[in-house]
Structure formats: structure tokens, C-alpha cells
């Protein structure tokens, strides 16, 4: 009997997963929510697939140690917020090149280590952590102003030469 219990307890829950609800409880929706006419009720935009959530309209991303291999790529007409902790995290790079504004955090070790781009307007880049960003940070085709590196980090657009 318990286990025809355990049974409908996990049917049930699988039943109820909403991929458009966050870990925290909070519902994941991109900015700019508008109004359906031919509904005439309010429109819920989905949070692109690329976010881990959509909080207060930025599109976050999250990438630990090892984590997000290849190149990270900010949805476009989005603001964006890249956290890359840890050993190797985001190794091909972040590009934000297509979002609003952009904030990327390379924290450890090779984080980001080939690289980051973005349009120049609104980018907010740092790099701590030996060979963070190795390759460079360019925004527009140059030096990032909005870029800030420790501990062996690189904010140069020809990265280490």
C-alpha cells in the first residue's frame, strides 16, 4: 500500500512541474510584458531558455567550477547578468554583444578564459582569478572602460600579447 502511495505522490508531482517557474518559487518573465488583444488579458513573455531566471526584468545566468563549457551567449534586446564562479566556468567566453547591457563576473581561475564581448553600451566586466578573461574583454571593437581585473586577470582586447 505505501508504495502505490509513493507512486501517486510521484505522478502527481511530475504532473505539476512548470519549467516557467524558478527554484526560488518566483515565476521567470522577461521585461516588456504587454497585453494579448485577441485575449484581452495580460501577456507573460517566457524567459529565453539561455537564462537560469529572469529577475526584475535582467536575464541571469549562472556558471560554476568547470560549468557552461562552451561560449555563453546573452539573449538579444535583454539586459544580462553573466556570473561565472570558479575554476574554468564559462571557458569559451561570454558574448553580450546582442544584449541591452551586460554584467559579467569571471571569478577563478581560467573563468572566462577566452574571452568577453559586448556592444560597449552598458558593459560592467570583471576578471579575478589567474587567466580570467586570458583572451580579453572588447566592448565595441576595444578596451572595455566598464572592465576591472585582480589576481591575474585580463582586460585588454588583445587580451595577454
Known sequence: MRRR???VVVALGAACYDPLVGSGGETRVAPGAGT???AGAP??????IACDDCIGGVCHIRCGDGACAALVVCPPDLPCHVSCF???ACHDGVDCGDAS???ADCSGAGACEHGVTCDGAGCQIRCTGDGSCEDGVCCAGD???G???ANGGCCRCGGYE
Do not use: E, F, Q
Not at 501577456?43 to 529565453?48: D, E, G, L, N, R
Open 36 to 38: 494579448d488583444p485577441s
Open 143 to 145: 578596451d572595455c572602460p
Open 86 to 88: 570558479g575554476h574554468d
Open 147 to 149: 572592465c576591472t581585473s
Open 43 to 48: 501577456a507573460v513573455p517566457k524567459c529565453p
Open 5 to 7: 502511495s509513493v507512486l
Open 101 to 103: 547591457s551586460c554584467a
